[in-house]
Structure formats: structure tokens, C-alpha cells
């Protein structure tokens, strides 16, 4: 895409988004379903990864704002797969074959989303916006929400719930990073993000406010919202005073770091017992 036309559609977007009245005009419309054919195409992200391996992601807002005004401009339709019967605003994504991505029945990936070539969706589920590298398995049952940023070489196993951020726009969208293991069950939200070949253990919880705690050193450190590269991480409970007194309350345990010897596709049964947790 030129600069020319990524800034006009651009300044389209967002005098849209100020001022809902555009949308009655056929060029607006027309700005807002060829960003959300972009998207579709992989030549858009909602999130820009950075240049340099421990860079920011830059979150696209006008992207995300396109998707938004994209749901107030699409009529309702019956979509028809086969026996199966659907009433939305969103096709399902089409040409999956000239893509080479594999989808296997009944997984549903929508118009809007991006799978590199290679990448696998079992009977998951891929939302509006969301972009999956090449390599990557979405598991039976797992969901990648709207906007989602999955790497390349991923495994998010059964049952994974990646959350979708829309709003605000500008809010930056769950990401995981190449090489990521996700264990079954784990659930990521609010803009969380996961560094490059992590492994989240089966059940955890990462939402904005968990407190992630490493305790693979001396002393305890805690942060919150980002995952470290390579780090193995666990379910945990840390004690929490409140006025009818003290109780467990869930944070996540990272208990060390992936090593040289644990290949990118090991399970994760695996990998968490290097570090002699029973699994």
C-alpha cells in the first residue's frame, strides 16, 4: 500500500469515527470496507510489530476504528456453509485454499482476519482483525478475538481463549509472540502480551491487573501485562488481606526460563517438567 492511500484512508476513517453522519456516504463506506479488505489480504495490522526484537508494538487505532464503523454499515445476511445456517453482518473468510491455510470443520474464521501461510485452525474460532502467523496451531475450541496479533510457530491449545480488544481504539489488542506455547484453558485479556517462545502453563490467567510474580530468582519480582521472552508460566495464589479477612487471590508464577536444549515445539508437559513442576 502506498503512503498516499494508507494516509486517505486514514483521515477517512477517522473523520467517520468523529462523526458518524459520514457514514451515509458511499465513499466513506467504500474507505471502510477496503481497510477491512486489507486486513483480510495481510496488508494492514491493527498492531505494527516493532523492528528490533525487544521493540514496542505500535497499536493502529484508525484500524481498529474501521473495524467498528465496518459493523455499522453492514446489512445483516444469511450465511449458508453446507447444512449449516448463520445470520450476521461479518462473512466468513473465502479462498482459504489459494491462502494455504488449513481449516478444519466446523472452525470458523471471519472476513477481516489474516492467516500466513501454513497457519491451522482446528475447530477454533479467528475474529475480525486478528492476525496469525505462519506455522501456528489454533486448537480445538480456542478462540482468538477481534484484533488479536498471534506469532509465527504458536501452539494455543484446547480450550485457549484469547480475548478480542476493540475498545477503546486505541487500546492496545492481546499479542503473543513467535514461538509462544499456550496451555489448555489458559485465558489472555485486556492487551496482554506474551514475549516470543513463552510457555503459559494450562489454566493461567493473564488479564491487565494479574500480577505476574517471578520467583525463579532470590527474590520475588512482579509486573504486570507483559510476559518475558522465553519464560515458563504458571497458575498461582498469593495471600490478599480484605476487611472480612485474608484469601487466595489468582496471580501467575513464572518459575524460569526456557533452555537452549528445549526445542520450540516441545510440549508443554515437557518444558514445565524441566523445571520439576508435576503436570
Known amino acids: 500500500m502506498t503512503t498516499a492511500l494508507r494516509s486517505t484512508l486514514r483521515s477517512t476513517i477517522e473523520a467517520a469515527f468523529a462523526d458518524r453522519s459520514l457514514l451515509a456516504q458511499p465513499e466513506v463506506q467504500e474507505a471502510i470496507r477496503e481497510?477491512?479488505?486489507?486486513?483480510?489480504?495481510?496488508?494492514?495490522?491493527?498492531?505494527?510489530?516493532?523492528?528490533?526484537?525487544?521493540?514496542?508494538?505500535?497499536?493502529?487505532?484508525?484500524?481498529?476504528?474501521?473495524?467498528?464503523?465496518?459493523?455499522?454499515?453492514?446489512?445483516?445476511?444469511?450465511?449458508?456453509?453446507?447444512?449449516?445456517?448463520?445470520?450476521?453482518?461479518?462473512?466468513?473468510?473465502?479462498?482459504?485454499?489459494s491462502a494455504k491455510v488449513r481449516v478444519v470443520p466446523p472452525g470458523v474464521v471471519r472476513h477481516g482476519a489474516f492467516l500466513e501461510p501454513g497457519a491451522l485452525v482446528m475447530p477454533g474460532y479467528v475474529n475480525i482483525g486478528a492476525y496469525v502467523g505462519s506455522g501456528t496451531m489454533v486448537d480445538t475450541w480456542a478462540t482468538v478475538g477481534?484484533?488479536?496479533?498471534?506469532?509465527?510457530?504458536?501452539?494455543?491449545?484446547?480450550?485457549?481463549?484469547?480475548?478480542?480488544?476493540?475498545?477503546?481504539?486505541?487500546?492496545?489488542?492481546?499479542?503473543?509472540?513467535?514461538?509462544?506455547?499456550?496451555?489448555?484453558?489458559?485465558?489472555?485479556?485486556?492487551?496482554?502480551?506474551?514475549?516470543?517462545?513463552?510457555?503459559?502453563?494450562?489454566?493461567?490467567?493473564?488479564?491487565?491487573?494479574?500480577?505476574?510474580?517471578?520467583?525463579?530468582?532470590?527474590?520475588?519480582?512482579?509486573?504486570?501485562?507483559?510476559?518475558?521472552?522465553?519464560?515458563?508460566?504458571?497458575?498461582?495464589?498469593?495471600?490478599?488481606?480484605f476487611p472480612a479477612g485474608e484469601y487466595g487471590v489468582p496471580c501467575a508464577l513464572i518459575i524460569g526460563k526456557r533452555t537452549a536444549s528445549t526445542d520450540r515445539k516441545v510440549s508443554l508437559n515437557a518444558a514445565l517438567r524441566d523445571f520439576g513442576v508435576a503436570v
Not at 484508525?62 to 444469511?78: E, N, R, T
Not at 481463549?161 to 513467535?178: R, T
Not at 484453558?185 to 517471578?214: H, M, N, Y
Open 35 to 97: 481497510v477491512i479488505a486489507r486486513l483480510d489480504r495481510g496488508e494492514l495490522r491493527v498492531a505494527t510489530p516493532p523492528s528490533e526484537p525487544d521493540g514496542e508494538w505500535i497499536t493502529n487505532a484508525w484500524v481498529k476504528s474501521a473495524i467498528l464503523l465496518y459493523f455499522g454499515i453492514q446489512p445483516m445476511q444469511k450465511i449458508e456453509v453446507g447444512p449449516f445456517e448463520y445470520h450476521d453482518k461479518v462473512p466468513l473468510k473465502r479462498n482459504l485454499d
Open 146 to 241: 477481534s484484533c488479536a496479533q498471534i506469532g509465527r510457530d504458536c501452539h494455543l491449545s484446547g480450550g485457549v481463549g484469547i480475548g478480542g480488544v476493540l475498545e477503546p481504539p486505541q487500546a492496545q489488542p492481546v499479542i503473543v509472540e513467535d514461538g509462544a506455547f499456550i496451555g489448555s484453558r489458559a485465558i489472555l485479556v485486556e492487551g496482554v502480551r506474551v514475549g516470543r517462545e513463552a510457555v503459559i502453563g494450562a489454566g493461567v490467567t493473564l488479564t491487565a491487573s494479574t500480577v505476574i510474580v517471578d520467583v525463579s530468582g532470590n527474590e520475588p519480582v512482579e509486573s504486570k501485562g507483559f510476559v518475558p521472552p522465553q519464560s515458563v508460566v504458571i497458575p498461582g495464589v498469593r495471600a490478599k488481606k
